[in-house]
């Protein structure tokens, strides 16, 4: 009950900011539509639909981990949690109160790429269903970066850190715009060493239909999730722990 007295704050305060809100949701949309208009353009297939809107929606979640770091970090810098640290929520209630109100949130802009990818050609199947599914590990990796970075750094540095860095990340490094077998060498190695590309292939084999293929990908995602958050509990704990005293 703790936590979900605090989540609803939080869903008040992510409804509040709705520039934010609407450039966090229209912006993996416009980068699909861009991308679709080019491919129309040119006679070489770069950019297949069935193959672009899994990694869009990837790209695009990397606005939710800025929007919970700043979440985050707005909270740790007023004086609103000073006076919830004399609350009864441990640190795990802090984190998931922050994340059960933005994990809907990135779901429903993994669906809107969905959405607007039909009318760009995408097929209407259930797989569709299935790729949402297996993409939500994926947004609870990146809301958990998102509150690791906002429990470590004040509000001008996740924007750096998430903003700029991660979005560049999880896009050069996720395989969305290129095969990555065409650059290879270091760089292939230190993309396979990272969750952005495996959830790009589970999202594409989702929706293509290619179930066998699905797990041996989601589960960097799911186990890199896992860890983060941890240790997003943890660093918010000794955060707390130090602001305290």
């Known amino acids: 009950m703790k936590t979900l007295a605090f989540a609803s704050r939080n869903s008040k305060e992510i409804l509040r900011d709705r520039l934010n809100l609407a450039f966090g949701i229209g912006f993996p949309?416009?980068?699909?539509?861009?991308?679709?208009?080019?491919?129309?353009n040119i006679p070489v297939v770069l950019f297949p639909i069935d193959q672009l809107t899994p990694g869009i929606a990837v790209f695009g979640l990397s606005f939710i981990s800025l929007f919970s770091g700043l979440l985050i970090a707005k909270d740790r810098t007023s004086s609103f949690m000073l006076r919830l640290f004399t609350a009864p929520l441990t640190s795990s209630d802090f984190i998931f109160g922050y994340t059960l109100p933005l994990l809907p949130m990135a779901i429903l802009q993994v669906a809107v790429c969905f959405a607007v990818a039909f009318f760009l050609g995408l097929g209407v199947s259930i797989n569709v269903v299935l790729a949402i599914i297996v993409l939500t590990p994926a947004a609870l990796l990146f809301i958990a970066i998102g509150l690791l970075?906002?429990?470590?750094?004040?509000?001008?540095?996740?924007g750096g850190v998430c903003g700029a860095l991660l979005t560049n990340l999880s896009a050069w490094l996720s395989g969305t715009w290129f095969?990555?077998?065409l650059v290879g060498g270091a760089f292939k190695v230190v993309a396979g060493a990272l969750p952005f590309v495996h959830a790009v292939k589970a999202g594409r084999a989702a929706l293509s239909g290619n179930y066998s293929s699905i797990f041996p990908d989601l589960w960097w995602v799911i186990v890199y999730a896992v860890v983060i958050m941890v240790v997003a509990i943890l660093v918010f704990t000794r955060k707390m722990n130090s602001d305290n005293t």
Do not use: A
Request: charged letters at 15%; one cysteine or more; aromatic letters at 4%.
């Open 149 to 158: 970075c906002g429990s470590l750094f004040n509000e001008k540095q996740v």
């Open 29 to 40: 949309v416009v980068l699909l539509l861009l991308l679709t208009i080019i491919q129309s």
């Open 179 to 181: 095969d990555l077998d």
